[in-house]
């Protein structure tokens, strides 16, 4: 195995106003952008060369990782010119593959967060003779995902899109995001049109009788589509509950990037990440929650579970649960924003302007 495909060119509505700046791919978690770790973890599986498959903000991500040689990989990049879908993006890099038409070539989607095991996936590919192998792993509430039961063999039985009653909830397996394909199979993929893996080459391959097996692997699995959700997986990976050999530091309770700033008496617990020039004030206190470069958290503030964005700044005595500030708002002292709650970039909140909001 030395190939994979990352899809990477999503927009992350469901992120801002985390990616108005930024792609979604390229936020910081655990102090680098989240990329960062799947392109590490790949590595460490035996992954040489890699397509990115790019979209929203295409232009940042060859500047950041070059060549990939820093990495120990080969990059290359390949940007749609109109959004293509899951099935698309794969199409349209595949002229970018190296691998004989037996082989298998890894695909990750760009924003799980995941302690999948990929040499394994790779084997159970290679032993089973699958056209197509996908990553399965098991939720409690599987209704706002894919289900995929399987055989007692693994072999994929089906493809059920977002059950929401009982009797359509025959699993609890779901599509956690990475496959092996084999290379022929890719390119049987229509071009020049949208197309998406899970609604219409998987139900497709399977009704023509090609061999789709699942892996179930239900080690570490978050799906970052959320502020909230992105905040929790960049607390796990400095925690160590999530695996990555890029995280920059010992895991812990929390990471301090060098240049930051941090009052002696400032508590930082939770998985924090401060990040590079971001500066914590006395008293302060940062519990479960990421401040992007530059961010500043003024005395006595109490921010948990949130995520402050590059150059924002968080008043005296302020008050920040569950919340995302955008790249440089300006939030007062004494405001108190709660669960839900988004400010957009380079807003500006005067003192005591909010006491609680709910969900905007």
């Known amino acids: 195995m030395t190939e994979a495909i990352l899809l990477v060119g999503g927009k992350g509505t469901r992120l801002r106003p985390l990616t108005v700046n930024t792609p979604k791919p390229m936020v910081p978690a655990a102090g680098v952008p989240f990329l960062t770790h799947q392109l590490a973890r790949a590595r460490a599986a035996g992954v040489e ?19 990939g040689s820093s990495l120990g990989l080969s990059l290359e990049y390949v940007t749609e010119e109109e959004p293509l879908g899951t099935g698309g993006a794969i199409r349209n890099v595949a002229s970018r593959l190296h691998s004989a038409p037996d082989d298998p070539v890894l695909i990750f989607n760009g924003d799980i967060l995941t302690g999948l095991d990929i040499q394994a996936l790779v084997a159970t590919h290679s032993d089973s003779g ?131 700033r941090v009052a002696p008496d400032a508590k930082l617990t939770g998985g924090t990440v401060v990040g590079a020039d971001a500066v914590v004030g006395e008293g302060a206190r940062v519990a479960g929650s990421t401040l992007l470069a530059g961010a500043v958290v003024e005395p006595g503030a109490v921010i948990t579970d949130s995520l402050i964005g590059a150059g924002a700044r968080i008043g005296a005595r302020t008050v920040v649960s569950g919340a995302v500030i955008g790249d440089g708002a300006q939030v007062g002292p004494d405001n108190e924003l709660r669960e839900g709650v988004r400010v957009w970039c380079d807003a500006i909140l005067p003192a005591g302007a909010v006491r609680f909001s709910s969900d905007q």
Request: hydrophobic residues 40%; glycine residues 8%; contains cysteine.
């Open 49 to 67: 060369h890699i397509v990115l498959a790019t979209s929203y903000l295409a232009e940042v991500f060859e500047p950041h990782f070059g060549d």
């Open 130 to 260: 699958a056209d197509v192998s996908l990553h399965l792993t098991r939720v409690e509430d599987p209704r706002a995902f894919g289900l995929v039961p399987t055989d007692p063999t693994g072999r994929v039985t089906a493809f059920l899109e977002k059950p929401q009653t009982p009797e359509e909830i025959v699993t609890d397996q779901i599509n956690a995001g990475a496959y092996v394909f084999r290379r022929s199979v890719i390119d049987t993929i229509p071009t020049g049109r949208p197309v998406s893996v899970e609604r219409e080459t998987f139900p497709e391959l399977l009704s023509s009788g090609a061999h789709l097996q699942g892996m179930v692997d239900s080690t570490y699995w978050l799906d970052l589509g959320t502020p909230q959700a992105f905040v929790r997986g960049s607390a796990d990976l400095v925690l160590g509950r999530a695996p990555s050999p890029a995280v920059p530091g010992r895991c812990g309770d929390r990471l301090v990037l060098p240049s930051a």
